[in-house]
C-alpha cells in the first residue's frame, strides 16, 4: 500500500510560480512511475506530467510541456511538480498519483494506468 501526500498549492498570479510536492509512503516508492494530474471545476481529470522509476524519461501534456518539470528523489520518496509561467486556464486541483507497476518500462499517461492517488491540493492562478 502506498500513500500519497501532495502539498505546495496556493494562489498565485498569472505568470508566477509554484512547487508541488508529493511525499509517498512505503519503500517502493523508487520502483514505481509517478505522475501528476489535475482536475479543474467541471471537468475531467487529466493527464500533466510523468515520471519514471529511475527518472530519466519523463513526459508531459501540451499544455504544459516547457513550462512545467516533473522530478523525483527516491530518497526522500518525494516527487516534485515545478510549474512557471502560469495562466489561469492551469488552476486547479492537483492529484500525485503511482503506477503500481515495479520497474514499467514505459511512462503511465492515463489515469486508469494509476493505483494510489494523493487527496489533491488546489492551484489557483489570478489573471
Known amino acids: 500500500q502506498v500513500q500519497l501526500v501532495e502539498s505546495g498549492g496556493g494562489l498565485v498570479q498569472a505568470g508566477g510560480s509554484l512547487r508541488l510536492s508529493c511525499a509517498a509512503s512505503?519503500?517502493?516508492?523508487?520502483?514505481?512511475?509517478m505522475g501528476w494530474f489535475r482536475q479543474a471545476p467541471g471537468k475531467e481529470r487529466e493527464f500533466v506530467a510523468a515520471?519514471?522509476?529511475?527518472?530519466?524519461?519523463?513526459a508531459y501534456a501540451d499544455s504544459v510541456k516547457s513550462r512545467f518539470t516533473i522530478s523525483r528523489d527516491n530518497a526522500k520518496s518525494t516527487v516534485y511538480l515545478q510549474m512557471n509561467s502560469l495562466k489561469p486556464e492551469d488552476t486547479a486541483v492537483y492529484y500525485c498519483?503511482?503506477?503500481?507497476?515495479?520497474?514499467?518500462?514505459?511512462?503511465?499517461?492515463?489515469?486508469?494506468?494509476?493505483?494510489?492517488w494523493g487527496q489533491g491540493t488546489q492551484v489557483t492562478v489570478n489573471s
Open positions: 512505503g519503500r517502493t516508492f523508487s520502483q514505481y512511475t
Open positions: 498519483a503511482a503506477d503500481s507497476s515495479l520497474y514499467a518500462a514505459q511512462v503511465a499517461t492515463t489515469r486508469h494506468e494509476y493505483d494510489y
Open positions: 515520471i519514471k522509476w529511475s527518472g530519466g524519461v519523463t
